[in-house]
């Protein structure tokens, strides 16, 4: 049979090793089996001596790793009964939200700070049927009031605070022991409301429970400098950066994420917008990978690591999980390239921009 032979998501791959209703039928799009994508050319630049690894989840159905998690919440949901599900967003968790209660026949309300969402992301949340509503106001302006909703209603919370979220991000570190024979030495991502760092710990210390790693990894988290609650130790009333995704001041899973850091003997730290979007750059020139600038925050967050000292990596296997898709943000992207360039239809024309080096383009 045909389903014997394709990938059928998460859930179906490892639902036997998650906390979700054994009964439900699963609501999927086929998420997961992300590729774990070599490096060698970010190493060699940065002279970072070490085996890199790129763990891509911008390829998820709706173009972020956040489709790991919503397919076991909307699954659970579903299967007790909810008929509607809310969360707030920044942009990926909107549109992922809405894709999966799409597909799972519920009705989906996603509430999102005023301006603050990049439009790749509006676009998703839109196109899948959510009724998105804007407040004036932080995530965290908006996280409070869908915790208000769902305390008051009907209404399933889909956000990182509900358990069966973590549930389903946890897979990607199955996948990458699955990948790699073991787990690596360490793990660099992004933390915004810190579930995915929280998932990544839960996942790795359960595959050394489970025998399908002899170890677990340290872990590196990068927030941005305008919006590094964890780093400073005290809430950021109005975070700042162009990393949308991580704009977060107040993050719901920040106790959870500090233990996971201090158990896995790793280290959480800040990284200029600068250092982000140079990091995004990088990434997709070197390795033709296209990443949204959150994403980016763990591989910049390794390269300040590395330089001022902090860690050193020298001879190990270091992954970094880019969280989205770069077409999330393609804004962010355009301003960091060079400018269009406009010639008449001529060969000479052609042949005259082609034959100026990359620092007469830039």
């Not at 790991?68 to 939200?97: D, F, L, Q, W």
Request: proline residues 6%; hydrophobic residues 45%; aromatic residues 4%.
């Amino acid at each position: 049979m045909l389903a014997d032979r394709i990938w059928q998501g998460v859930l179906h791959r490892y639902g036997s090793r998650m906390a979700i209703p054994p009964d439900a039928e699963p609501v999927t799009l086929l998420e997961g089996n992300t590729p774990l994508i070599p490096a060698p050319n970010l190493s060699r630049k940065h002279r970072l001596e070490c085996e890199l690894y790129l763990k891509f989840e911008g390829v998820n159905p709706t173009g972020s790793f956040k489709d790991r998690g919503m397919t076991a919440a909307i699954t659970a949901a579903k299967a007790a009964g909810a008929r509607a599900v809310i969360c707030a967003s920044t942009g990926n968790t909107a549109a992922s939200a809405a894709a999966y209660a799409a597909r799972g026949g519920l009705r989906c309300i996603v509430v999102v700070p005023e301006g603050k969402i990049a439009l790749g992301k509006l676009a998703g949340a839109v196109a899948y049927g959510a009724r998105v509503v804007s407040v004036r106001g932080s995530f965290d302006d908006a996280l409070r009031v869908v915790r208000e909703a769902a305390a008051c209603s009907d209404l399933a919370l889909v956000n990182s605070l509900n358990p069966a979220r973590l549930e389903g991000q946890k897979t990607a570190a199955f996948e990458i022991c699955d990948t790699l024979g073991d787990a690596p030495d360490w793990l660099c991502l992004p933390v915004g409301n810190a579930g995915n760092i929280t998932a990544y710990w839960m996942g790795f210390r359960e595959s050394r429970r489970d025998g399908q790693s002899a170890s677990c990894p340290r872990l590196l988290g990068a927030q941005a400098h305008g919006a590094a609650p964890i780093v400073l130790g005290r809430v950021v009333e109005h975070p700042e950066t162009v990393a949308t995704a991580i704009r977060i001041g107040n993050p719901a899973r920040w106790k959870d994420a500090q233990r996971a850091i201090e158990e896995s003997e790793g280290v959480v730290l800040a990284v200029s917008d600068q250092a982000i979007l140079q990091a995004q750059r990088d990434i997709a020139v070197l390795e033709g990978v296209f990443c949204e600038p959150s994403s980016a925050a763990g591989f910049a967050g390794l390269l300040q690591a590395v330089a001022t000292g902090r860690v050193d990596i020298k001879g190990t296997r270091v992954v970094c999980v880019l969280t989205g898709h770069g077409l999330k943000d393609p804004d962010a992207a355009l301003s960091l390239g060079p400018s269009l360039t406009t010639i008449e239809p001529s060969l000479d024309a052609l042949m005259h921009v082609i034959s100026e080096t990359p620092e007469q383009t830039a």
